[in-house]
């Protein structure tokens, strides 16, 4: 075999390999540059966690890895996020398990160290946390929609003045306040690592969900695809937007009277038993007497059921769609 055959065998085999190697290359660089993408967004999300982690107890630390990547885990914190709480999904549990131990604790005491009631107390004391976490993202996405219609003008300023998207949101995370910087900046933070606006945007609705800004969202895709005036969408979109804040706002100053009067009526039979079981702890430990049987508990859950549908009841009337 010739020189010649030799080197031409050769280099139609490097040929080919350098063939195949670019088509890899080029089919698997999107997977790898999204994988690492997500990777960078992911550490800048619990940076602020690793300051912690050194304070991390054992128990926490064996929560966080049961749960990590289980639909319980995700669910958690997506509800953390939405609050804006900084804390892990181990540390939510073992905060419920924390409070379900000392309410059922303090039941438990109270009641003359009645293991039944000790334990609906426990029971109770899971939720609590929960509570805590909703009152904190309703609180939170009221003041994100309070602040929708000062972003859209920023916006439609900032585009009229010759602005691209990108920097009207950029201008939007440095003016305003928390929390729709906090968010914008985020998307931008995306953005500038490659992550697409669409999937920037889609995140941004995932972490506040609510119909303005899956309109607000809706009108950015889809003027990015066909064309058209943003800021003339957006300012129509804005106007819309402060009409439905106002009325939200002055439905809500007519039914607080309904709200408050409702949590009022909730919490006085709760204060009155704990008067009485001070002034007369005998009194009220009747309920609990061996003699009666069931009947005291039964009185005590039927209270509890009546109290708590009457309180749902007149919320459900104080809740006006817009």
């Excluded at 289980?70 to 509800?79: A, C, E, M, Y």
């Excluded at 181990?90 to 003359?112: D, K, N, P, R, V």
């Excluded at 992550?195 to 945007?201: D, G, I, K, S």
């Excluded at 039979?269 to 039964?298: D, H, Q, T, W």
């Amino acid at each position: 075999m010739t020189p010649i055959i030799i080197c031409g065998v050769g280099g139609g085999l490097a040929l080919i390999l350098l063939i195949i190697g670019i088509a890899v290359t080029i089919t698997s660089e999107n997977t790898v540059v999204e994988k690492r993408l997500g990777q960078i967004v992911e550490a800048q999300e619990i940076q602020p966690e690793r300051q912690r982690r050194q304070a991390n107890t054992p128990l926490t630390d064996w929560i966080n890895k049961q749960v990590t990547g289980s639909s319980l885990g995700d669910r958690i914190s997506k509800n953390l996020a939405r609050a804006d709480i900084k804390m892990k999904s181990g540390e939510y549990i073992a905060l419920m398990i924390i409070s379900a131990f000392f309410t059922g604790f303090i039941i438990w005491f109270i009641t003359g160290l009645n293991l039944i009631l000790g334990v609906f107390g426990g029971i109770f004391g899971i939720f609590i946390p929960g509570f805590y976490v909703s009152w904190q993202q309703k609180r939170r996405l009221q003041r994100f929609d309070e602040q929708l219609g000062d972003m859209l003008n920023l916006m439609v300023n900032g585009l009229r003045a010759g602005y691209s998207t990108m920097q009207a949101m950029e201008a939007v995370s440095k003016e305003l306040p928390a929390p729709i910087c906090d968010e914008f900046r985020r998307v931008v933070q995306e953005m500038q690592l490659g992550v697409p606006m669409q999937n920037a945007l889609e995140n941004l609705l995932r972490r506040i969900p609510s119909d303005d800004r899956d309109l607000v969202i809706t009108a950015i895709n889809v003027q990015r695809e066909v064309g058209g005036n943003l800021a003339e969408i957006l300012d129509t979109i804005s106007y819309t937007i402060r009409e439905r804040v106002r009325i939200k706002g002055e439905i809500r100053v007519l039914t607080s009277q309904v709200m408050y009067s409702g949590q009022f009526l909730a919490l006085m039979p709760v204060f009155v038993i704990l008067i009485l079981y001070a002034l007369n702890r005998e009194y009220m430990m009747e309920f609990f007497n061996p003699v009666n049987g069931i009947c005291g508990y039964a009185a005590l859950g039927l209270s509890a059921i009546l109290i708590i549908s009457g309180y749902f009841v007149m919320r459900k009337l104080a809740e006006i769609e817009v």
